[in-house]
């Protein structure tokens, strides 16, 4: 059971107008559930729409960017939500993301650049090869003026198709914070492009407000949340 004391506003849930059909399961992330989240992560990480056009030749680049790090190195901080389909969204945190860049730097990206080659042209890349060529390069460090007042961070996507009750969102990340303040987080942060309008004001919904005097890099947004 988790203390809910951390995510109470956001059970402050509006009752549908109507019954619903679904059946929403929250749970904690399992190995077995990486292709599912994966699927997911492809399928919202343009901005909330689909990217499996964008990234045809390396469809699981962008998750292993994105949220790999995060479900290998600390997946008891993750946590899915399934209706009768199977696995329909996630939150993927970790308690300190100062340590988790250290160890992506250490023990994930190695591994990326093998899975990955560095592409030998430096002009006309794909996105995928975008990512790949990030993918040879440092994890970028996040502002001290994040880390320090909201050293966690997290990243939430849901199959918005299948999701007939709009609260799913809530409760799945409600799961995410509270297992975080259980071990004595008092924040926590996302990190977003500039450009995810959608994604940027679906956060701010969900409590999150743009981290001041965060040292702003050109293309890259923080968003931060009191626990």
């Known amino acids: 059971m988790l203390p809910m004391a951390a995510a109470h506003d956001l059970m402050y849930i509006r009752h549908p107008e109507q019954i619903l059909k679904n059946c929403y399961?929250?749970?904690?992330?399992?190995?077995?559930?990486?292709?599912?989240?994966?699927?997911?992560c492809l399928k919202t990480c343009d901005d909330g729409m689909d990217?499996?056009?964008?990234?045809?030749?390396?469809?699981?680049?962008?998750?292993?960017?994105l949220i790999g790090a995060t479900v290998t190195l600390s997946p008891e901080f993750c946590f899915v939500v399934e209706d009768?389909?199977?696995?329909?969204?996630?939150?993927?945190?970790?308690?300190?993301?100062?340590q988790l860049r250290q160890r992506q730097q250490l023990a994930w990206r190695p591994t990326m650049q093998e899975k990955y080659p560095k592409p030998e042209r430096t002009t006309e890349l794909t996105p995928a090869?975008?990512?790949?060529?990030?993918?040879h390069a440092d994890?970028?460090?996040?502002?001290?003026?994040?880390?320090?007042?909201?050293?966690?961070?997290?990243?939430?996507?849901?199959?918005?198709?299948?999701m007939e009750d709009l609260a799913v969102t809530k409760r799945l990340?409600?799961?995410?914070?509270?297992?975080?303040?259980?071990?004595?987080?008092?924040?926590?942060?996302?990190?977003?492009?500039?450009?995810?309008?959608?994604?940027?004001?679906?956060?701010?919904?969900?409590?999150?407000?743009?981290?001041?005097?965060?040292?702003?890099?050109?293309?890259?947004?923080?968003?931060?949340?009191?626990l």
Do not use: W
């Open 25 to 40: 399961t929250y749970r904690p992330y399992r190995p077995i559930d990486e292709a599912a989240v994966y699927d997911i």
């Open 129 to 135: 090869e975008e990512v790949i060529v990030s993918l």
């Open 173 to 226: 990340l409600s799961c995410a914070l509270s297992a975080l303040r259980a071990k004595g987080s008092t924040g926590v942060h996302v990190e977003l492009n500039v450009g995810d309008k959608c994604m940027l004001e679906h956060y701010r919904l969900l409590g999150f407000a743009q981290v001041k005097n965060s040292e702003l890099l050109e293309e890259t947004v923080y968003l931060g949340r009191y």
């Open 84 to 98: 009768d389909h199977g696995v329909m969204g996630y939150a993927v945190a970790a308690i300190d993301a100062k």
């Open 51 to 65: 990217g499996t056009e964008v990234f045809p030749e390396y469809p699981q680049v962008i998750c292993d960017k």
């Open 139 to 162: 994890v970028p460090e996040t502002p001290v003026s994040v880390t320090s007042a909201f050293p966690s961070v997290v990243r939430l996507d849901v199959l918005t198709g299948r």
